[in-house]
């Protein structure tokens, strides 16, 4: 079975850290970009980062940029987010997916990470 569990998720104070794990089985992670995408309350989700796991390409979306590092371990089939200089805009569910080269798709479920002012 598909699986992409994604962890890591909590309460954090505006300026912390927190860093989320992305846990997959069942495909061929070498051949899948892992995305993190957020949803707020009311908000659309949103990507906010995803790495190539064939050729390495990272991408950010501006407002995680310089705060936000994904990096992805292949020898156990895991992506992480290190998310730093939380902010309370950060407040969100946020999500896993994983996409193979011919467009085949699997989301995660989410994990809730709080920032408090």
């Known amino acids: 079975d598909v699986q992409l569990q994604a962890s890591g998720g909590g309460l954090v104070q505006a300026g912390g850290s927190l860093r989320l794990s992305c846990a997959t089985s069942g495909f061929s992670f070498d051949d899948y970009t892992i995305g993190w995408f957020r949803q707020a309350p009311g908000k659309d989700r949103e990507e906010i980062s995803c790495?190539?796991?064939?050729?390495?390409?990272?991408q950010y979306v501006d407002s995680v940029k310089g705060r936000f590092t994904i990096s992805s371990d292949n020898a156990k089939n895991t992506v992480y987010l290190q998310m730093n200089s939380l902010k309370p805009e950060d407040t969100a569910v946020y999500y896993c997916?994983?996409?193979?080269?011919?467009?085949?798709?699997?989301w995660g479920q989410g994990t809730q990470v709080t920032v408090s002012s």
């Open positions: 997916k994983g996409v193979s080269y011919g467009g085949t798709v699997y």
């Open positions: 790495i190539s796991n064939s050729d390495g390409n990272i």
